[in-house]
């Protein structure tokens, strides 16, 4: 499953707005295969914080662990965002570019 | 009637422009900010669009609004192009932040970056006060992009009064900031769960970037390209934030 994280806007930024968007993608996750990847696609993303990062991605990071993977990762302010949270959750993400 | 609703008096424009009655006496008589009359020898009055334009177009000294709005001891009415009276407000204004600074060519690569560390700070200002703001909710947002500067300011509680909820020992401004800008608190703590500030210094540590940040009485500064975390006193209080990104 491939979520395009700019279908949610180009300013990914706030923990409300964090949590909205994960509220609202939430339900889609039902359809998951067993050992289906998850991966989350930056591309188009402009403005990417730790705040927004943190209430969408912490649920997935919890629930898929390593099947999480993360895609197009390499505009800078989601390169900077991305290594706050692997400190903060004291692992890495499975990053794919 | 509908011009006349509009109408500020004199004080009412002096408070928002943040001069003295004074100063805007002065500046009819120059022509550099007109007022209205509605007789030939009446009061002055401002037209609140031509306010808001002045504020606009005379915005070189956006710093020292801000600082005048956090530490007016009542409630000061701000002009609508500076205030985001909520989040909501403030995401669509940083969105447009995003989009200007987007069209600066020095700032091709890490524009991305000056509008994450202002959404961080911009939004750590509603999520912590949320439902408890002291008076005026909000927060003054504004820059200037040809100076290169970016200024936030709220009235909300300030740092350590927010910190206190998961930090209940510390007592002073200074170290609630430092607090704020060097300790990881834990990804799903209870209440508190503020790493913003921290992600702004790790920023500012690799890119050409300087930051001011007062609350209460304590000021931080970080220079461009450092990570070190210079915090003295101020002899102003003030019990929000205020906060000039440079870059």
Redesign the interface.
């Known amino acids: 499953m491939i979520i395009y994280l700019k279908k949610f806007g180009t300013t990914l930024n706030s923990r409300q707005f964090g949590r909205e968007s994960f509220a609202a993608f939430n339900p889609s996750l039902q359809d998951i295969k067993k050992d289906e990847d998850i991966i989350v696609d930056f591309e188009g993303v402009i403005t990417f914080t730790p705040s927004w990062g943190d209430e969408f991605l912490n649920p997935l990071f919890s629930r898929f662990g390593k099947r999480l993977v993360l895609k197009n990762t390499k505009n800078p302010s989601v390169q900077a965002s991305l290594k706050m949270l692997e400190k903060i959750y004291k692992g890495n993400f499975k990053i794919q570019n | 009637m509908e011009i006349e609703s509009k109408l500020l008096t004199i004080g009412q424009a002096a408070e928002i422009i943040g001069v003295s009655i004074q100063t805007l006496r002065r500046w009819d008589n120059s022509g550099k900010l007109h007022s209205v009359r509605k007789k030939k020898t009446g009061n002055r009055y401002y037209q609140r669009d031509g306010i808001d334009e002045f504020i606009r177009s005379n915005s070189k000294d956006l710093f020292s609004l801000a600082k005048v709005w956090v530490t007016s001891k009542s409630e000061v009415e701000l002009s609508s192009t500076l205030y985001c009276k909520d ?1 909501s407000v403030f ?1 669509a204004r ?2 447009r932040l ?1 989009k200007d600074l ?1 069209e600066i060519q020095r700032l091709k ?2 524009y ?2 000056i ?2 560390i202002a ?2 700070i911009g ?1 750590n200002s ?2 912590h006060n949320l439902g408890n703001w002291p008076d005026m909710p909000g927060t003054f947002f504004a820059y200037n992009l040809s100076k290169g500067e970016i200024i936030l300011t709220d009235r909300g509680q300030g740092v350590l009064t927010t910190l206190k909820k998961a930090r209940p020992k510390l007592s002073t401004h200074q170290d609630a900031l430092r607090v704020a800008f060097t300790e ?1 608190i ?3 703590a209870p209440e508190y ?1 503020g ?2 500030l ?2 702004v210094r ?2 500012i540590a690799t890119n050409k970037i300087s930051l001011f940040f007062q609350t209460g009485n304590a000021q931080l500064k970080i220079a461009e390209n450092s990570s070190d975390l210079k915090i003295g006193k101020s002899n102003i209080y003030l019990r929000g934030c205020l906060v000039l990104i440079k870059f």
């Open positions: 989040s995401q940083l969105s995003e987007g690569e890490t991305p970056l509008s994450a959404g961080e939004n509603f999520d990881i834990s990804g799903r769960r790493n913003g921290k992600f790790n920023v």
